[in-house]
T-cell receptor
Framework: GDSVTQMEGPVTLSEEAFLTINCTYTATGYPSLFWYVQYPGEGLQLLLKATKADDKGSNKGFEATYRKETTSFHLEKGSVQVSDSAVYFCALSDQTGGFKTIFGAGTRLFVKA | KAGVTQTPRYLIKTRGQQVTLSCSPISGHRSVSWYQQTPGQGLQFLFEYFSETQRNKGNFPGRFSGRQFSNSRSEMNVSTLELGDSALYLC?????????????FGQGTRLTVV
């Protein structure tokens, strides 16, 4: 079945460091890919998305490119801030998998001042 | 416009009891999905409803059930609670469904089973 694998955390970075969180997926069809972020005590918020191969999603300085050949959707940011500290979830939804979104395990990011 | 509202925010129940959680989606959204979030298992899909019909269900026992009303509000019920049911239960709504559209999440209901 469909699945999402993302790098284990926690990831600890200093402010202004470069961030990469790896995400790979397995899907039977042509999924849409998402990154969600969860701040402490809150639900998930959509950070960015890409709906087809080679699409680049971007928001708030974060970017991810849909790579069909490597089945990957890695999240990157050039310069992180303390306020980026949160848990990040990679996810996919695939019409052939039914009307559901499959989430990765989440990666906790800590950014130190 | 108002976001997704889940009630109650916190709940403590005893093993063997049952519980009902409520989710009010964003106005106009017809799809409601439910997830269980635990530290060990991450986010697990429970079920998805669209226009009062369950379209998909995750791998949870029959003790977990749900329904959706004509106004798109949804409830999920867990019967014969077990300690392992302690989790954050998240509800998400979207216009048509999770495919290609943004899912808006509520803040969740934190269920503790003692």
């Amino acid at each position: 079945g469909d699945s999402v694998t993302q790098m284990e955390g926690p990831v600890t970075l200093s402010e202004e460091a470069f961030l990469t969180i790896n995400c790979t997926y397995t899907a039977t069809g042509y999924p849409s890919l998402f990154w969600y972020v969860q701040y402490p005590g809150e639900g998930l918020q959509l950070l960015l998305k890409a709906t087809k191969a080679d699409d680049k999603g971007s928001n708030k300085g974060f970017e991810a490119t849909y790579r069909k050949e490597t089945t990957s959707f890695h999240l990157e940011k050039g310069s992180v801030q303390v306020s980026d500290s949160a848990v990040y979830f990679c996810a996919l939804s695939d019409q052939t998998g039914g009307f559901k979104t499959i989430f990765g395990a989440g990666t906790r990011l800590f950014v130190k001042a | 416009k108002a976001g997704v509202t889940q009630t109650p925010r916190y709940l403590i129940k005893t093993r063997g009891q049952q519980v009902t959680l409520s989710c009010s989606p964003i106005s106009g959204h017809r799809s409601v999905s439910w997830y269980q979030q635990t530290p060990g298992q991450g986010l697990q899909f429970l079920f998805e409803y669209f226009s009062e019909t369950q379209r998909n269900k995750g791998n949870f026992p029959g003790r977990f059930s749900g329904r959706q009303f004509s106004n798109s509000r949804s409830e999920m019920n867990v019967s014969t609670l077990e300690l392992g049911d302690s989790a954050l239960y998240l509800c998400a709504s979207s216009l048509q469904g999770p495919m290609n559209t943004e899912a808006f999440f509520g803040q969740g209901t934190r269920l503790t089973v003692v």
